[in-house]
């Protein structure tokens, strides 16, 4: 006999080999995240470096497996380990027995957290009479040796059902003994004794899932047979999850009919897993990086994963910068100015980006702190005061100074242009006469014209005929 959710996990997973230029996002502007040439996206889900889509793609334990026979593309994280699957499921009976090991499909990855999400398999015990004929489905989880474990910090095991006590039985890190978790839901008579939106005992319960040293590696997920169901017709199966911390929420019609859970999660519930590079630490200050080393961006840091089974880190970029410190040039700084309402300026101030920060300037005169909108009128003490009057007033003397050098140097163009310059300009010889040798001509029987610039005379000079304008103010002379 098979299981509902067999036929999903018998289909085969094609893989076609595409390779595409990131070109497009860089027209953008958005930073890479995937290598050069590499697929940053299977359907609607990012793939950043060091996860990767085909040969080169990727760094050791991070393949990635698009499945494109879904619309959209779904995403598979393949284990090279041959003889052993990241999920096992067992599902039987009293008279038989089928395994299965289905591939574990990602929801999501962030490489600023080194967190991923996944689809993981609910266990069930299933009554179909009274006389204790179940059906079981036991899950199994083995990330040994790989970059990955679930999550410590952010799942939680949960029970749904009548009277269920789900069962998780793992090993923190590969060491020491199995240790066992379990909750217990108050037995309820019927399903409308329970609440929606509440586990809290009443056909659901929950129990955080303890750290004990970190990341949890392998797994066994079950739910405890307590004997015959009276009620199996109406209420038949009862279920036990490790789920991401407020990713379910209860539904009192989760506990009503056969499978209604399993349909309801058919690709599984959310779970979250922390990933590391593996084999090795950090590099200590001011020692050279190891070989292979992954925070190969400017702008990024090294963090030991304390909590991996082997020495492994994570790589980060600094604070105030963004992108992926797995790829050369992959953090970069952050414009806080494109985001105001993650980084906003109080009161109208303008906002400046700076590397590592911004900066919402005050007003001229003012002081403190434009992001909190404080800024307030600079207070001067009377030394400033008067420092500040000595400044405006030569500032204004030297304006005063500027504007008379001007009018004079207008006046004095104008005077050289209506008595003749321009003209002499163009003379091949001149030759000066001394006021006294022109006095002669200037007498009044020699008067021929005047204007309101000066008078001109006609006389003999050098025995040559010469008209002279004598200027009214007597400063220049002029002869034609």
Not at 52 to 63: D, E, L, N, W, Y
Request: glycine fraction near 8%; charged fraction near 20%.
């Amino acid at each position: 006999m098979r299981s509902p959710v067999s036929q999903f996990h018998s289909q085969q997973l094609l893989l076609p080999v595409i390779l595409v230029l990131i070109l497009a996002a860089a027209a953008e502007g958005q930073l890479p995240a995937a290598r050069r040439g590499c697929r940053d996206k299977c359907g609607n889900m990012s793939v950043p470096f060091p996860f990767g889509i085909g040969p080169g793609c990727f760094r050791h334990g991070f393949k990635v497996l698009c499945n494109h026979s879904f619309h959209p593309p779904r995403a598979f994280l393949l284990d090279k380990r041959k003889s052993l699957k990241y999920v096992r499921q067992e599902y039987f009976s009293s008279s038989f027995l089928e395994t299965w090991s289905p591939p574990l499909e990602l929801m999501s990855i962030s490489v600023a957290t080194g967190e991923a999400r996944a689809y993981a398999l609910v266990s069930s015990l299933c009554s179909r009479n009274i006389t204790g004929d179940n059906l079981y489905m036991v899950q199994h989880m083995d990330f040994s040796g790989t970059p990955f474990g679930v999550s410590a910090t952010r799942n939680v095991l949960i029970g749904v059902g009548l009277a269920v006590e789900p069962e998780l039985t793992y090993r923190p890190l590969n060491r020491g003994s199995y240790t066992d978790l379990s909750c217990r839901a108050q037995e309820v008579w019927s399903s409308l004794d329970a609440t929606n939106g509440s586990c809290t005992g009443w056909g659901c319960c929950e129990i955080p899932f303890p750290p004990l040293g970190g990341l949890g590696k392998t797994f066994r997920l079950s739910v405890k047979d307590d004997g015959y169901n009276p009620r199996w017709r109406t209420n038949p199966c009862n279920y036990g999850m490790l789920v991401e911390r407020s990713r379910y929420n209860f539904s009192t019609l989760d506990m009503q009919g056969n499978w209604t859970l399993l349909k309801r999660f058919s690709r599984g519930v959310h779970l979250a897993l922390d990933f590391a590079i593996g084999n090795t630490s950090c590099p200590a200050e001011g020692q050279p990086s190891p070989p292979d080393y992954a925070c190969v961006s400017g702008n990024s840091s090294c963090a030991n994963a304390d909590a991996a089974d082997t020495p492994a880190y994570v790589c980060k970029c600094w604070d105030k910068y963004t992108g992926n410190p797995y790829l050369p040039n992959g953090c970069q700084d952050i414009d806080e100015c494109k985001q105001p309402q993650l980084y906003p300026c109080q009161n109208g101030r303008i906002c400046k980006n700076r590397i590592g920060g911004y900066d919402c300037p005050c007003k001229f005169g003012m002081k403190s702190d434009g992001k909190a909108g404080t800024c307030t009128h600079v207070l001067l003490t009377t030394a400033a005061k008067a420092t500040m009057g000595s400044i405006l007033g030569i500032l204004v003397m030297a304006v005063l100074f500027v504007v008379i050098l001007h009018k004079e140097k207008k006046k004095t163009k104008e005077f050289y242009k209506k008595n003749g310059c321009p003209t002499l300009e163009k003379a091949n010889v001149i030759k000066l006469f001394k006021k006294e040798e022109l006095k002669p001509i200037l007498k009044s029987s020699n008067l021929i014209g005047k204007g309101c610039f000066g008078e001109v005379y006609k006389g003999l000079l050098d025995n040559k005929n010469v008209a002279i304008k004598k200027p009214i103010n007597g400063s220049v002379l002029e002869s034609d």
